[in-house]
């Protein structure tokens, strides 16, 4: 009995749609190892701000892509200082952050140590937008590796173990910063909510001296889980001098990583500037 | 070339020499002051004398890179030539959290004053410093009379009584100037006091953690080289180097970073970076068999998905193209 070529045609349509049909599941974008869902800081950071009535609260979450066997966010906050270059040395227009890095005196002395007790300079070099401007950016951060030589986050978030250089053209912005929510996190916080999927744990007044310094790590982290942090911050006139009083030409950067599996998967840097105390 | 020049030339010199295996058993000591480097860097030399072949010295005026070198693992001690608390302002909690976890520290009038050196001059250096006491003037010269009070075995080979350089010190009173012996958690031993005011003018400490401080509350100099209380001069008076020196050897034999690490450290960089190679390692074999799963579960999908798209052609046509034939034979 012979079959119609037609039949023929519709059964090779049917291989054809369903083999596109597959191929087209298999080719899905696989989604971020780590999606950020919200990301709120406030315009410019100001001491005593809620007595001037200014915002000072800052709002994070994320949400996993993947199941982990470890879950790591870290946030630091840097200051702005200005750079001091190897003598006779300035930096040209077209010198990238990582070589401007280089050649501060700060980091040439700490880059030197890390190398002597043997510990590669954990460099981060991207394009970043902050606070409005794209530069290049240079960043490292050696809180990871000095964690292994504090007993406590509490005690490496009172030592600076983070720097970063951003450049565009012939401006160059250095800041120097610490692990933690906030610079000197305890006396600075009004209070931190630390969420994951529907364990909530909220820190208030001396609470704050248990509370994560900065550093969230969590063990076999399943996909598609939530991770949120709020606070608000509420500085006094006279306290975190890194960032002096009367200053307005400078900014304060907030650094999140989030680490899928020890891997860098999700970098955000916030910038925010100083602003004067109103009388 | 000026000493500061000298110094800095030396600091970057020390840090740019490659690691051996002779520089990994040695503690690196810490000397830290944003305006008298010179004064630093001869107390450097002279502890190199008889801390050469266990002690790297490094001399700063940087607060930055001392916030970050109190985290690091071979840290032996922290010297603070400073005579004004504004200057150690950021390394107030630095110092504290590497006093509090173990960690020696040796002090001047800088860090002895509480008004400017806050929790530093209570917990790290616990001289608690609210007042100042004046020097007495011998052939011109701005004296403090140190008169021995407790002994510690360390400190043998200075004299019961001796006259030093300073101008002024500082100590905790009332209001009333009358002397107070503040009350902390672990070993306040004051070894030398001003013979006139009985005010401490050296303090030996050690915290509950084992930590150990040394507190000069006097020893007040100036850079100037025409000063009656030119530092140059106190560097070469003996009893300063033995009392420096005895310092340092005090609190070294106390809980320090390098005893805590100095051994291990090497291993624990090694096993960071291999505990994450694992954990990457472990991820990838996790992604990769998830990829396998997925990719077999596909196949059979698209398997069992034609096979069905046979079957209902099959039925629809191939059945009804035999179906009339049998309807036919029936009806012939």
């Given at each position: 009995m012979g079959i119609d070529s037609r039949l023929y045609t519709i059964l090779a349509v049917a291989v054809i749609m369903s083999t596109l049909v597959v191929a087209t599941i298999f080719r899905a974008d696989k989604p971020e190892e780590i999606a950020i869902l919200r990301n709120k800081k406030p315009e410019m950071f100001i001491k005593e701000a809620a007595q001037k009535g200014v915002e000072s609260s800052f709002s994070f979450s994320c949400i996993s892509g993947r199941e982990m066997g470890q879950m790591e966010l870290r946030f630091s906050v840097l200051a702005e200082k200005e750079p001091i270059y190897d003598p006779d040395w300035v930096p040209g227009e077209e010198t990238s952050a990582a070589e401007t890095a280089n050649h501060i005196v700060t980091l040439v002395s700490i880059l030197s140590t890390m190398e002597r007790l043997g510990a590669e300079p954990p460099i981060i070099q991207r394009a970043m937008e902050v606070n409005g401007t794209e530069y290049d950016a240079a960043i490292y951060d050696f809180s990871r590796i000095l964690e292994l030589f504090c007993s406590s986050r509490r005690g490496l978030s009172k030592s600076i173990s983070v720097f970063a250089v951003l450049k565009k053209g012939e401006e160059v912005r250095y800041f120097e910063g610490r692990t933690g929510f906030f610079l000197d996190q305890v006396n600075s916080l009004d209070y931190l909510t630390v969420r994951r999927g529907e364990n909530r744990s909220e820190y208030v007044g001396d609470e704050l001296e248990d509370s994560p310094f900065g550093i969230l790590r969590y063990s076999d982290f399943p996909k598609d889980e939530e991770i949120s942090v709020i606070f608000e911050v509420q500085v006094e006139v006279d306290a975190i001098p890194e960032i002096p009083l009367g200053v307005t030409d400078r900014l304060v950067l907030q650094m999140i990583q989030g680490y899928a599996d020890g891997d860098l998967s999700m970098f955000v840097l916030n910038g925010m500037p100083v602003g004067l105390v109103i009388a | 070339m000026s000493w500061n020049d000298r110094y800095l030339v030396a600091l970057v010199v020390v840090l740019l020499i490659p690691a051996t295996v002779a520089d990994q058993e040695k503690s690196l000591v810490i000397l830290y002051t944003p305006d008298m480097t010179d004064f630093a860097g001869g107390i450097a030399d002279l502890l190199s004398e008889d801390f050469g072949d266990s002690c790297n010295f490094m001399v700063t005026d940087d607060p930055s890179v001392v916030s970050f070198m109190l985290s690091l693992p071979n840290i032996g001690c922290v010297i603070l030539p400073v005579l004004r608390g504004k200057q150690v302002e950021t390394l107030i909690d630095p110092l504290c959290a590497y006093f509090e976890a173990g960690g020696a520290a040796i002090g001047f009038q800088g860090c002895c004053g509480q008004s400017q050196a806050e929790d530093l001059a209570r917990d790290v250096f616990p001289a608690f410093g609210n007042s100042t006491g004046s020097p007495t003037m011998k052939s011109g010269v701005p004296v403090n009379e140190y008169v021995r009070d407790e002994e510690i075995p360390t400190f043998a080979d200075l004299p019961a009584e001796f006259d030093l350089l300073g101008q002024f010190f500082t100590y905790s009173a009332t209001l009333s100037r009358e002397l107070l012996e503040p009350d902390v958690p672990g070993d306040r031993i004051v070894l030398y006091r001003d013979r006139?005011?009985?005010?401490?003018l050296v303090m030996a400490y050690e915290n509950e953690a084992g930590s150990r401080s040394i507190s000069f509350t006097g020893c007040f100099v100036r850079t100037r080289e025409d000063a009656a209380n030119y530092y140059g001069n106190l560097l070469d008076d003996e009893n300063f180097r033995a009392m420096i020196s005895d310092s340092l050897e005090w609190t070294l034999s106390g809980k320090t970073r390098f005893s805590d690490y100095g051994s291990i450290y090497p291993e624990m960089i090694e096993g960071q970076v291999e505990a994450d190679d694992s954990l990457r390692q472990r991820a990838e074999e996790r992604m990769e068999q998830r990829e396998r799963n997925r990719l077999l579960a596909l196949a059979a999908a698209w398997i069992v998905g034609i096979l069905f798209s046979f079957a209902l052609i099959y039925r629809a046509f191939l059945g009804r193209a035999e179906g009339p034939g049998e309807v036919d034979s029936h009806s012939a």
């Open positions: - | 006139g005011s009985g005010a401490p």
